[in-house]
């Protein structure tokens, strides 16, 4: 049967609307990202991680929330020291983070090399070596340049107050750090990168997360990877991907079993 033109117009666009709806109705019956279902995407995902940096945030992890999936990441990362005979004595100096008596040597110290994290390791071991007597002029040159470079001063204040040393800091320098990581987060408020998400998990490691709008934990659970990551989702190698995910996981940890106070994020001496 010849059909006519009309008709034949009327057909495609009959099919196209159908077309639509086959196409629109799934996402309408989306279910929206919500914070349990998040949180437990990015365990999943987490769970099986061999990168060695990874696995002492996941030990933290474990010793703060109790989440059982984590609960082997030292074990792990001691096996990883067997394998990485290259990065042995930079693994060994941020092992500490798990290990308070952990056992290091000089040779390991001389592996440190990039200024971030010469800020932190000095953190980290201020209680068996103390503190770099221009520790407090380090602090205020690295907070100056942003970035990384200030998240990880943040990070440094909290081990340091963890480790119970004693520095000494301009008057508001804390409070001033706190604001500007705040402000790296408010910054293009729709965009949710590696460097706002470890600004955000630092703040609330240190207990400031009421500079944390609601908005950005939302922004983050909705950013999520359809896998559970956070990150460059087209290339699972690079070291953004797992970094992002464990920042965003902690983030949300902390939403999801919010406390007065938490254990700390380094090991503690046993009583």
Same mark, same amino acid.
């Given at each position: 049967?010849?059909?006519?033109?009309?008709?034949?117009?009327?057909?495609?666009?009959?099919?196209?609307?159908?077309?639509?709806?086959?196409?629109?109705?799934?996402?309408?019956?989306?279910?929206?990202?919500?914070?349990?279902?998040?949180?437990?995407?990015?365990?999943?995902?987490?769970?099986?991680?061999?990168?060695?940096?990874?696995?002492?945030?996941?030990?933290?992890?474990?010793?703060?929330?109790?989440?059982?999936?984590?609960?082997?990441?030292?074990?792990?990362?001691?096996?990883?020291?067997?394998?990485?005979?290259? *990065?042995?004595? #930079?693994? +060994?100096?941020?092992?500490?983070?798990?290990?308070?008596?952990? /056992?290091? $040597? &000089?040779?390991?110290?001389?592996?440190?090399?990039?200024?971030?994290?010469?800020?932190?390791?000095?953190?980290?071991?201020?209680?068996?070596?103390?503190?770099?007597?221009?520790?407090?002029?380090?602090?205020?040159?690295?907070?100056?340049?942003?970035?990384?470079?200030?998240?990880?001063?943040?990070?440094?204040?909290?081990?340091?107050?963890?480790?119970?040393?004693?520095?000494?800091?301009?008057?508001?320098?804390?409070?001033?750090?706190?604001?500007?990581?705040?402000?790296?987060?408010?910054?293009?408020?729709?965009?949710?990168?590696?460097?706002?998400?470890?600004?955000?998990?630092?703040?609330?490691?240190?207990? *400031?997360?009421? #500079?944390? +709008?609601?908005?950005?934990?939302?922004?983050?659970?909705?950013? /999520?990877? $359809? &896998?559970?990551?956070?990150?460059?989702?087209?290339?699972?190698?690079?070291?953004?991907?797992?970094?992002?995910?464990?920042?965003?996981?902690?983030?949300?940890?902390?939403?999801?079993?919010?406390?007065?106070?938490?254990?700390?994020?380094?090991?503690?001496?046993?009583?």
């Amino acid at each position: 049967m010849k059909l006519s033109k009309r008709r034949v117009l009327l057909l495609a666009f009959f099919i196209t609307i159908l077309c639509s709806l086959l196409v629109a109705v799934p996402l309408l019956m989306r279910p929206e990202p919500n914070l349990q279902t998040a949180i437990t995407k990015a365990i999943d995902f987490l769970e099986d991680s061999r990168e060695p940096y990874a696995l002492l945030w996941l030990d933290m992890i474990y010793r703060r929330f109790g989440i059982s999936e984590f609960s082997d990441s030292l074990q792990r990362y001691d096996q990883i020291l067997t394998e990485e005979p290259e *990065q042995v004595s #930079l693994l +060994h100096v941020f092992r500490r983070m798990a290990d308070h008596y952990n /056992q290091v $040597d &000089d040779k390991d110290f001389q592996a440190v090399s990039l200024p971030s994290d010469i800020i932190i390791v000095n953190a980290l071991y201020c209680d068996r070596r103390g503190l770099p007597l221009d520790y407090s002029e380090m602090l205020e040159r690295e907070a100056s340049q942003g970035g990384y470079h200030l998240t990880h001063v943040l990070l440094a204040w909290i081990w340091v107050q963890e480790n119970g040393c004693k520095l000494e800091l301009p008057e508001g320098f804390i409070d001033d750090i706190h604001s500007a990581n705040a402000k790296i987060i408010n910054e293009n408020p729709m965009i949710v990168d590696d460097l706002k998400l470890e600004a955000a998990a630092f703040l609330y490691l240190a207990g *400031q997360d009421a #500079l944390v +709008h609601d908005s950005f934990i939302e922004r983050v659970i909705a950013s /999520q990877n $359809d &896998d559970g990551t956070w990150g460059n989702s087209n290339d699972k190698q690079t070291e953004e991907y797992w970094h992002s995910t464990i920042l965003a996981l902690l983030i949300l940890l902390h939403v999801e079993f919010p406390a007065d106070s938490y254990p700390p994020m380094l090991d503690s001496p046993s009583p």
